[in-house]
């Protein structure tokens, strides 16, 4: 557990867990600092992949099927313990989602809401033309690839952290190749609501299929910034008060 979940402000007796899901690359130590915010009836866990940070002489995972099957099989008995939401914010998106999936059909587990953010709907075609490219092979190509992505990422001076930065976005473009959802498979797959949040200068992600996944209410909140609007304090701000709304609002 403490290798995968950081959890800054620990809540045993919240009412609702916030599983948070980082952006390629990181974010995992700002998602877990959110803990310190919400008030005593939300434990916020932050989710931290191999090969990276805390986890840096890890092996990365191999794909998103890996990730999703360490995700589930850490967490399991936590999530059957008390109501959880998902937060998942670009890459952290598609495996929310992955994971939510596994969840529901393995264990008939679905969180109390989705908090998704700047990324695609899993079932877009805007997201199949995305897989559609070939990751290069070059790491002065990579970072740009990644920017395609989504992401406006300021490659560092030093040639190491060039190079560590590379080989982590080479592992997260490979955990985004390997996502799969195929919507004709199956029935509507959840039942909770879904918040989708993104940046205004951020570019246009195709969101509307998620109105296809969920037999919940769905709403739309646009904020100032771009890819990584969620950092400015303000957004911050707004967001955890957000999300603890709509969590009390579940009716747990």
């Known amino acids: 557990m403490e290798k995968l979940v950081a959890c800054v402000q620990k809540r045993p007796n919240a009412l609702c867990r916030l599983i948070c899901f980082p952006w ?8 877990a600092e959110w ?6 009836s939300i434990e916020v866990f932050c989710i931290r ?12 995972a191999k794909d998103m099927a890996s990730a999703v099957n360490e995700i589930t099989s850490v967490l399991l008995k936590d999530l059957k313990e008390k109501p959880f939401a998902f937060f998942g914010h670009s890459l ?4 929310s989602f992955a994971v939510a999936l596994d969840l529901k059909k393995k264990y008939g587990l679905e969180p109390v809401h989705f908090f998704m953010s700047s990324a695609h709907a899993p079932n877009s075609a805007a997201l199949l033309a995305l897989k559609s490219l070939t990751v290069p092979d070059e790491n002065n190509k990579l970072l740009a690839y990644m920017e395609i992505l989504g992401g406006n990422f300021e490659p560092p001076l030093n040639e190491d952290f060039r ?8 592992a997260d473009a490979r ?8 919507k004709a498979e199956m029935n509507i797959p ?3 609501d879904v918040t989708y949040f993104c940046g205004s200068d951020d570019k246009i992600f195709d969101v509307q299929g998620w109105q296809e996944l969920t037999s919940g209410d769905i709403s739309f909140y646009e904020l100032p910034g771009d890819h990584f609007y969620l950092l400015k304090p303000p957004n911050e701000s707004f967001l955890i008060k957000h999300i603890t709304k709509c969590i009390e609002n579940a009716g747990l």
């Open 24 to 31: 390629a690359g990181g974010g995992a130590s700002q998602l």
């Open 35 to 40: 803990g310190i915010h919400f008030n005593d």
């Open 49 to 60: 992949l191999p090969g990276r940070k805390a986890r840096l002489g890890e092996p990365f």
């Open 92 to 95: 952290g998106t598609y495996l």
């Open 163 to 170: 190079r560590n930065m590379a080989h982590t976005s080479r």
């Open 175 to 182: 955990l985004f190749q390997t996502f799969s959802f195929k």
């Open 190 to 192: 959840f039942s909770c």
